[in-house]
């Protein structure tokens, strides 16, 4: 062991012996203020001191206290009532929308019916006699339609230009396109 560790070991073995055996019983005396003499010459604008201070030329000024709401106001510097004291909360999230008025709070009408998706499926084409001939397919049926064939009475075939088939949906007279591949 080192004498550095000894010198340590001692003194601590001293201080756990002033903090079991040490004085333990609390100072009841006051203690007074202290005359001091400044070290430098007091400066040309003092604050106002007390009428018993003015009496003595060296004495140091104590100023009266003044209640906190007259100093900082009855809100207060950190009030949790009101948002404007220092410790007021700061929020970064933009404001909420404004609330709806009655008319927007109607619900929105409906949107108008649309045609069905077209139940076909594309299984081929060909051109005779400078007609094109489209073959559709639907569950077990097949059709070979052309321009202005109808499909049950609720398809008509409008235009057959590759790589585009234009068919109208009757009941709702709706236009609608089936992909059926370019010109090979």
Known sequence: M???HIL???ALAA???LVLFGDKSPNAGVA???DRKPARAQPATAPA???AAAARPGAA???RLLPR???IGDAGEGSFKSRDGVFGGQSWNPPPPPPPSAAELKPAPPPPPTAPPLPFQFLGKAAADGKWEVYLGR???TFVVQKGSQIDGMYRVDAIAPPTLTMTYLPMNQVQQLNIGVIE
């Open 69 to 71: 709401e007259e100093l």
């Open 15 to 17: 201080a756990a012996v």
């Open 139 to 141: 569950g077990e049926q």
């Open 49 to 51: 001191a007390a009428p």
């Open 61 to 63: 000024a104590i100023l």
């Open 8 to 10: 340590m070991g001692v």
């Open 32 to 34: 007074e203020a202290v």
């Open 2 to 4: 080192k004498p550095r």
